[in-house]
């Protein structure tokens, strides 16, 4: 049975002193590259794990004071509500009191999850806004749904759920997809007007791409060559080769030849001496498919926060690392504990007309913000 090592895939200069030369440009971009995919699959490895716990902890000790808050919110709006009906206030402060009843309605019935809550809620912001909630609501998604459309070029049906983070991430994906579509149909239809050179160069191109491909399906190749456990007649190796098979595939259908030189490397395929002499011609082959899989693995990292950005609420341009997640849900959970305390507070001063008065008096109504449509395009991917 050949023993599995745990050498690092990267070329190396040759030990003979004779022969010490440096490494080529194209030996030092593979081992560039090989340090990027490592990278960025560290990366990714942080956020998987993170992510699952920041969510446990969320729901085990963050969503509980949360919602403890919003009822200590929604009984401030019963408050503030029977106090309209009871006292008399002058019109700046029925404006004000109208303002904040109305708003502290809409952000309540928007986390509610209480039917009977909810339907008081609506009751109360439509007694005091003078409006329909439901028909208003029905025509900010409508414009909410038209300005999506326009960011991302496309008509957005009625089964499209904009309150989720994946239906947004496939939006994206669906508009990255279109831009490519887009360009291949510009490229093709100037296929016509392309010049002699143009033509030979895109050729090149076609042949280059078909080496690269080749390159990779080689590897496969001896890797399945050497692994194929239907010729191995002794049960345990034929066990062992199997799950290496498996790897085989799953890496060969990512395209990951970083994991198919490891897999080589693990069952002594190739060693150190045959990576230091890999030919020009393949490195370039195998540099331009390592590019590819930096990209692909940046690609599914981003799109792995962006949806957790979407999920907590977090904005684009906070600075955010896998390893912050845990310490920021602290903040948090101090936060909201420190939030209670004071609308505990709040709601004994309420009981008294003076202190609401004093309080209207504070009050300052600022004009809400416009939606702002350049929010997604502050991810990348």
Not at 270 to 298: A, G
Not at 304 to 324: C, D
Request: glycine share 2%; with cysteine.
């Amino acid at each position: 049975m050949k023993k599995s090592t745990s050498s690092i895939v990267q070329v190396t200069p040759l030990a003979e002193p004779a022969k010490q030369t440096g490494l080529s440009r194209a030996q030092k971009s593979f081992n560039k590259l090989i340090k990027e995919i490592e990278t960025e699959r560290a990366k990714f490895k942080l956020w998987q794990e993170a992510i699952p716990q920041y969510q446990t902890q969320y729901a085990e000790q963050l969503q509980p004071l949360q919602v403890e808050f919003d009822q200590a919110r929604i009984t401030m709006l019963r408050l503030l509500d029977q106090a309209f009906e009871q006292y008399k206030f002058t019109k700046p402060e029925t404006k004000k009191l109208t303002h904040i009843i109305c708003d502290l309605a809409e952000e309540l019935i928007a986390v509610s999850d209480d039917t009977d809550d909810t339907d008081e809620l609506k009751a109360i912001y439509n007694k005091h806004s003078g409006k329909d909630f439901d028909t208003e609501m029905a025509e900010e998604d409508a414009d909410f749904k038209a300005i999506m459309g326009e960011i991302l070029g496309m008509e957005l049906g009625d089964d499209v759920d904009l309150d989720s983070p994946a239906d947004i991430a496939k939006l994206m994906q669906a508009k990255a997809q279109q831009s490519r579509d887009d360009q291949e149909r510009q490229t093709q239809q100037a296929q016509r007007k392309k010049s002699k050179k143009t033509l030979m160069k895109e050729a090149q191109l076609q042949e280059e791409q078909k080496n690269i491909t080749l390159s990779l399906r080689e590897v496969y190749r001896k890797l399945v060559s050497s692994l194929h456990p239907d010729r191995e007649p002794d049960a345990a190796e034929r066990k062992r080769k199997t799950e290496l098979m498996q790897r085989v595939n799953v890496a060969y259908e990512k395209q990951d030849l970083l994991g198919l030189l490891e897999l080589q490397l693990e069952i002594e395929q190739i060693d150190q001496n045959m990576l230091n002499t890999l030919s020009e011609d393949r490195l370039k082959y195998f540099n331009k498919i390592l590019t590819e899989q930096v990209n692909e693995l940046k690609y599914e990292t981003n799109e792995l926060e962006f949806i957790f950005r979407m999920q907590a609420n977090i904005p684009p341009h906070v600075s955010l690392k896998p390893g912050e997640l845990m310490r920021m849900l602290e903040q948090f959970i101090r936060d909201a504990r420190a939030d209670i305390d004071a609308i505990e507070a709040d709601l004994v001063e309420l009981q008294e007309l003076n202190q609401i008065k004093a309080m209207l008096k504070q009050v300052k109504i600022t004009k809400r913000p416009d939606y702002d449509d350049n929010f997604l395009d502050d991810f990348h991917f």
